[in-house]
């Protein structure tokens, strides 16, 4: 069973920036597409950004298409959300999951919500 860890989570100012990273110790992150998702109180949970193993290929929501980036790290085996110019309505409970890969693509993966395991999310707050 994989399990997974989000770490990173905190308190930001509009405008600045937080890194949340995923891992998973004991299983290789390269073998699974990964992705980034959100929940704020009293939403639906969205797909924020999503990154395919292998080539890498990437969705990104478009509320967050210009300020967030994925980066994947498979020395260290983790993968990492990078937020930037982070705005009050980014605020919300950040997951992340793993997936086996589906035949729809990594689009799919994002806006079906799609996860073969999930971690126990990070708090993200963006407040002045």
């Known amino acids: 069973q994989v399990q997974l860890v989000e770490s990173g989570g905190g308190l930001a100012q509009p405008g600045g920036s937080l890194r949340l990273s995923c891992a998973a110790p004991?299983?290789?992150?390269?073998?699974?597409?990964i992705g980034w998702f959100r929940q704020a109180p009293g939403k639906e949970r969205e797909g924020v950004l999503c990154?395919?193993?292998?080539?890498?290929?990437?969705y990104y929501a478009d509320s967050v298409k210009g300020r967030f980036t994925i980066s994947r790290d498979n020395a260290k085996n983790t993968v990492t959300l990078h937020m930037n110019s982070l705005k009050p309505e980014d605020t919300a409970t950040y997951y992340c999951a793993a997936d086996h890969g589906r035949p729809l693509g990594i689009q799919a993966m994002c806006i079906r919500l799609l996860g073969d395991y999930w971690g126990q999310g990070t708090q993200v707050t963006v407040s002045s």
């Open positions: 004991g299983f290789s992150l390269d073998n699974y597409d």
């Open positions: 990154i395919s193993r292998g080539d890498g290929d990437t």
